[in-house]
């Protein structure tokens, strides 16, 4: 029960992504609100680490690791995002490409994690599939003209987080005591992600930022709300479930962002909207119900294989 209150709370606090967005990107470019993001991500947590004395790592390893999964899941995943969505691609359409995540991660985490998948699973995580897309698909209407380049980053974050998905759960699987606590390991993904996102919000956008309260309300909530309380709580929650388990919760976070609109912001749901976050619950719900928490041996299956990040 503990854990179904983590998930629901981790749901909620990654759908109020879009909060940041909406405040943020008219003020600075997707390169320079993430950089100035996760530089203060890094500050506020290494002030808390020194604070109670938890500075020391206790591997070389462990950090490369930790700045492996926080480059693909953080600096990767949300700058192609919203690089996408400020070249011109609806939000809806990016949210509908980088639902394919919890299927990519599901069909990847059997061959690759001996993690397994029952036929209800499957059923659960077509079904959310369907209610994403239900939700999306009204919300496509009057999409204007975008380079490729803006459909193919959605594609890109998909795959970011997939990868950084599966090799966090393969780490937690086979070298549990090799890994960083959940704070350690966050600012070292923030530093790593600070430094991937330099030279594209230096050289491309120039660090130009327009100063706002709006702005400054957008840094608070990214920083705290979402790269410290959210990605903790992906990180947590893989410690317990599996990859695909973890993944499916995805499916609910354009229904659930529909719901947070509504009440933050008075965005009008219509009954479709309100079918489609009924019948991604549903698959999610399949996907929990549909199997253990205990991975399965697969034969000539080593995942160790996977991105095994030696030193």
């Known amino acids: 029960m503990q854990i179904l209150g983590l998930e629901l709370l981790f749901v909620v606090l990654w759908s109020s992504g879009f909060i ?3 405040y943020g990107l008219p003020y600075a470019g997707p390169f320079t609100l993430l950089f100035v993001r996760y530089v203060l991500v890094a500050i506020l947590l290494l002030v808390w680490l020194s604070y109670r004395r938890k500075l020391r790592f206790h591997s070389k390893t462990a950090i490369a690791r930790s700045a492996f999964v926080g480059v693909l899941a953080h600096a990767i995943w949300l700058s192609a995002a ?3 969505i400020a070249l011109g ?3 809806w359409i ?3 490409i980088t639902a394919l995540q919890p299927m990519a991660t599901s069909v990847l985490s059997g061959p690759l994690l001996g993690e397994s998948i029952s036929a209800v699973q499957w059923w659960g995580t077509g079904v959310g599939l369907v209610g994403v897309v239900l939700v999306v698909i009204t919300k496509l209407e ?3 003209a975008v380079a490729p380049i803006g459909y193919v980053l959605p594609f890109l974050a998909a795959a970011s987080m997939t990868v950084a998905t599966l090799y966090q759960r393969h780490l937690n699987r086979t070298q549990p005591e090799q890994n960083l606590p959940v704070i350690q390991s966050l600012f070292v993904q923030a530093v790593a992600s600070a430094i991937a996102l330099w030279p594209l919000a230096v050289f491309i956008e120039g660090l130009s930022i327009q100063w706002s309260r709006q702005f400054v309300f957008a840094l608070g909530w990214l920083i705290v709300v979402l790269s410290i309380g959210s990605y903790g709580l992906m990180l947590k929650l893989l410690e317990y479930r599996t990859a695909a388990r973890v993944a499916s919760l995805m499916y609910l976070t354009p229904p659930t962002t529909l719901v947070l609109g509504f009440l933050l912001f008075n965005d009008q749901i219509a009954w479709v909207d309100a079918a489609g976050l ?3 619950a549903i698959g999610v719900a399949l996907v929990y ?3 253990a928490d205990i ?3 697969v034969k000539h299956t080593d995942p160790r294989r996977f991105l095994s990040m030696k030193p």
Request: charged letters at 15%.
């Open 20 to 22: 940041g967005a909406k």
């Open 82 to 84: 919203l690089w996408a």
């Open 89 to 91: 691609v609806s939000p």
């Open 94 to 96: 990016v949210a509908l």
């Open 142 to 144: 009057g999409a204007g």
């Open 278 to 280: 009924v019948i991604a």
């Open 289 to 291: 119900r549909g199997g």
């Open 295 to 297: 991975p399965r041996k």
